[in-house]
Structure formats: C-alpha cells, structure tokens
C-alpha cells in the first residue's frame, strides 16, 4: 500500500535535515504505529507524504500502490487515496463545515472518475457518521474548526476522514490534548474503518492510544530514522522504560 524507501528530507529555506532515511512499508489492512520523542520528525514525515511546502526531498521514494505520491501535488494524492488527519488541525473561518466536506467529497469522487454524492445521500450519511463520532448537528453547520474545542477538531478530523473512505489514513497524534473518552470515541470511529483494503500509520507520542487503536506493528522513530521495529509489545516497552533508554541501546 504505503512503501516509504530511504527517504530524506530538509528544509526548504534553511539547511536543516530532518529525515535522513526512513524506510518503512505499510500493507493493505495493516495498523502500523510511530512512537518517539519530540523533535524526531514524525510530523515532517506526514507533512511530506501529504505534500505540504516548505519541504525537500533530497534522496529517496514514496509511493502509494506504486504511484510515485512526491510527484504529485496535494490534492492529487488525496485524490489517490491518502489521508492525513492533522496534529494541529486547521480552522478555516468563513467555510461551512457541511459544505467543506461535501466539496472534499465530490472533488475525490470527480478525480476518481464516479460520479457525484447527491446532496440527500451526502445529507444521510454525514449525519450518520457525525452522530457515531457524537458530532452535534449544529458543529457541521459551524465554520471548519472555527471555536470547536481540541476534542472536536480531532473528532472532526476523524469524521473527514470516514467521508472521504481513503485508502492510506495517517493520524499524527490525534490523540494528544484528548480525554479519555474523547480518545476512545477517535479510537472507535478508526476502529469502525479498519478494512482489508486500507492501511493506517497512527503516529503516537504516548502509548495509550495504541490500547483501543492496537497495532499490528510499532516504529520507533528518534532522530530522523526509524530505530526499531516490533510487535505491539514495543510500544509497551517504550511506556515502560522511555525513549532514552532505547536510544541509547541502539546507539
Ligand atoms: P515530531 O513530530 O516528531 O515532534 P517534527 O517533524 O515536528 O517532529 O520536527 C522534527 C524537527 O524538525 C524538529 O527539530 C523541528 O523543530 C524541525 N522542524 C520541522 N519543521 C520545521 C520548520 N518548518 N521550520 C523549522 N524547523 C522545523
Ligand atoms: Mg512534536
Ligand atoms: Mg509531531
């Protein structure tokens, strides 16, 4: 599904590497996990596959079913498939949370060559799953993320990511600033689309997430690269003995 292969990537403007060679391969129906500490460029890799600016890659691939994802702009491989449910979602003031996902929805489905969701069948389902993800009627009416609490805005992240049905969901650390129950209901609605056919990276920087979300395999990333690889016992262990110690015995 995902093949990531060696890859590395700098700032734009400064001379700052930031990853420096992340292999890591993602299968069809798969949960895979990223752990580590602040600063070890989890987020640059999810900004990279999802093709934000002010990043360059300077050696290595990533694909998505063989598509080389770094040649294409953003919203053509959204278009093919990938999703990315934000660490710091954004609030986009003046454009209605309803017709922003409708927009999103339609604008996959043109580029995928269907045909549109009619505004009845939109209305049915995004009620449907708002009301899974205990997202008020009135909060899909409200301008995207404008004045929701962090719990919303993930919730809401969630909730795009069940309309838009990709194939390849990145999740960086949906679950920080969350409660309890706020994550389990996050956990929940990724639960709800786990699917043969789709393939998940939940970057964590706690364990917690991964007791209702559990993996199949767990990367621990720290400085760039991807340190170790294991079971979900990994991630046990991180919680247990923290990140430095790992570090070190790698080191
Ligand atoms: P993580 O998500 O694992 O906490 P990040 O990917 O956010 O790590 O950051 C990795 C490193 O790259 C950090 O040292 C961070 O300060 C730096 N970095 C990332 N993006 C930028 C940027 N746009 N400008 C300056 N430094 C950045
Ligand atoms: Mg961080
Ligand atoms: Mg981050």
Do not use: W
């Not at 060679?21 to 949960?31: H, M, N, Q």
């Not at 939109?122 to 995207?144: G, H, N, S, T, Y």
């Amino acid at each position: 599904m995902l093949e990531i292969k060696n890859l590395h990537v700098k700032l734009e403007d400064e001379d700052k590497q930031i990853l420096k060679g992340v292999d890591l391969t993602v299968e069809a129906g798969k949960v895979h996990a990223i752990m580590g500490p602040n600063g070890s460029g989890k987020s640059t890799l999810s900004y990279v596959l999802s093709g934000k600016d002010g990043y360059e890659v300077t050696e290595g691939s990533a694909t998505l079913e063989g598509i080389d994802l770094l040649d294409l702009e953003a919203e053509e491989r959204a278009a093919a498939g990938l999703f990315l449910a934000f660490q710091y979602p954004v609030e986009i003031p003046g454009v209605g949370n309803m017709t922003f996902l409708r927009t999103a929805v339609n604008a996959q489905r043109k580029a995928r060559g269907e045909e549109e969701m009619s505004a009845a069948e939109f209305l049915k389902v995004v009620r449907a799953r708002a009301k899974d993800l205990k997202i008020d009627a009135e909060m899909l009416k409200r301008p995207v993320n404008v004045g929701f609490s962090g719990g919303e805005k993930k919730r809401n992240e969630i909730l795009q990511m069940a309309m838009l049905e990709p194939k390849m969901c990145i999740l960086d650390e949906t679950d920080s600033g969350l409660d309890v129950d706020a994550m389990k209901l996050v956990a929940d609605g990724v639960n709800a689309l786990r699917s043969e056919g789709r393939g998940f990276l939940v970057i964590t920087h706690y364990q917690r997430l991964l007791d209702h979300i559990k993996p199949d395999v767990v990367h621990i990333m720290a400085g760039g690269r991807i340190i170790k690889t294991g079971g979900p016992e990994l991630a046990l262990e991180v919680e247990q003995n923290g990140y430095t110690d790992l570090m070190s015995e790698v080191a």
